[in-house]
Every structure is written in C-alpha cells, then in structure tokens.
T-cell receptor, first 115, second 115 residues
C-alpha cells in the first residue's frame, strides 16, 4: 500500500517551455503533498507544501510564479515549471502522507533537463 | 531551528562488513519524528523507518538496526553483514509535531559496498 506515482519520470525540453509534473497517491487520500528538489549529489530541499483545495505554501526563496502548484483533488497534485531555463534542470520529487506525521511516501522523481 | 547533520559524506566497505551511518539532529520541539530513507542509484526514495521522540527503544529489522539516543540527539543506523545491494545514498530526516509538517533532510551518506 501507500504508493505514490509521479509522471513523467524524465523530461528534456527547450528553454522557455513550461513543464507539468503530476504526483498521484494511488491507494490513499492525501490532503497534503510535498514537492522537493534535488541537485546532483545533494540533499532534498523542500520547495512547497501542497494542500488540497487551498494555495500552496512555498519555502523561502522559491518563486511561486515560477513553480505553480495545484492540488485539485485528494489524490493529485501538479507542479508546473513555467518558462523553464537551464538552471531549473534538477530532480523533482513529490511525496504524500496518509496523515499528520505519518511516513511520507515518495514518487520516483522526475528528471528535468532544460536545453 | 531544526537541523539534521549526517557528518559522513561517503563510506566504502567490503561485503559482509558492518557499517554504521550517523545522524545527529537539532530541534526545540519535545514531540518530533525521525526517519531514515534509502535512495538507490535509480533515484526513488525508499522509506526505512520512523521513530517518534517518545520511543527510545532500539529497533531491529533483519540486517538493519537503529539506535535512538535522545541524550545525544542521535539516531544512528547500522547495517550488519552489508551487501552490494545496500549501496545507495541514505538520508536521515526530521519532522516536528505540527500536522502535515514536511521533512528536513540531512545531506545524506553515500554508502558503497564492494564485493
């Protein structure tokens, strides 16, 4: 149980393109999902907390107009990287938990490469 | 402020050796949760354990064991009789008691097990 699916797993696109990443909890409902970013050989850094039916909470230094988050249902959150540039290339990972302070289950991540 | 320190950046061992990965945390909360996750080369994060701040009992799961000591704010992870498949990056993480709080990750320890 507690499977989180993330799609796509790998994206390569041109600079200026907007890219949408989906995060789905397949067998449970998640009122809260989290989006992390990981640069090569570095740790995961929280970007934002996505709450179903309300606006996402962004961490300091994360541009909310650049990284649009939508959490339209209890099983789906999306992250859209708008007008992506090479510096946005990274590994993006989402997670979801079944309840407060329950273990977070992670998607398999999305490798985003902007040319 | 909360913080997780994994002082060991990289560890290399030979198969069948025991290895301990260190984790030291900082938090002002009396109620908090500690986690260990494994990230193999494929990138996905695999949940290993969650421990709450009121449960200092050590845990063993097969070749894995965890030593939680509040007195030293440490939550160390030991792999006995290591195997090549244990090669991965291991992250220690902390979350505080507020509902839906995201994880604060350490920088990770890269474990390489050679045959």
């Amino acid at each position: 149980g507690a499977v989180v699916s993330q799609h796509p797993s790998w994206v390569i696109c041109k600079s200026g393109t907007s890219v949408k990443i989906e995060c789905r909890s397949l067998d449970f409902q998640a009122t809260t999902m989290f989006w992390y970013r990981q640069f090569p050989k570095q740790s995961l850094m929280l970007m934002a907390t996505s709450n179903e039916g309300s606006k996402a909470t962004y961490e300091q230094g994360v541009e909310k107009d650049k990284f649009l988050i939508n959490h339209a249902s209890l099983t789906l959150s999306t992250l859209t990287v708008t007008s992506a540039h090479p510096e946005d290339s990274s590994f993006y990972i989402c997670s979801a938990a079944q309840g407060p302070n329950q273990p977070q289950h992670f998607g398999d991540g999305t490798r985003l490469s902007i040319l | 402020a909360q913080k997780v320190t994994q002082a060991q950046t990289e560890i290399s061992v030979v198969e069948k050796e025991d290895v301990t990965l260190d984790c030291v945390y900082e938090t002002r909360d009396t109620t908090y949760y500690l986690f260990w996750y494994k990230q193999p080369p494929s990138g996905e994060l695999v949940f290993l354990i969650r421990r709450n701040s009121f449960d200092e009992q050590n845990e063993i799961s097969g070749r894995y064991s965890w030593n939680f000591q509040k007195s030293t704010s440490s939550f160390n992870f030991t792999i006995t009789a290591s195997q090549v498949v244990d090669s991965a990056v291991y992250f220690c993480a902390l979350s505080e008691a507020e509902a839906g709080t995201a994880l604060i990750f350490g920088k990770g320890t890269t474990l390489s097990v050679s045959s």
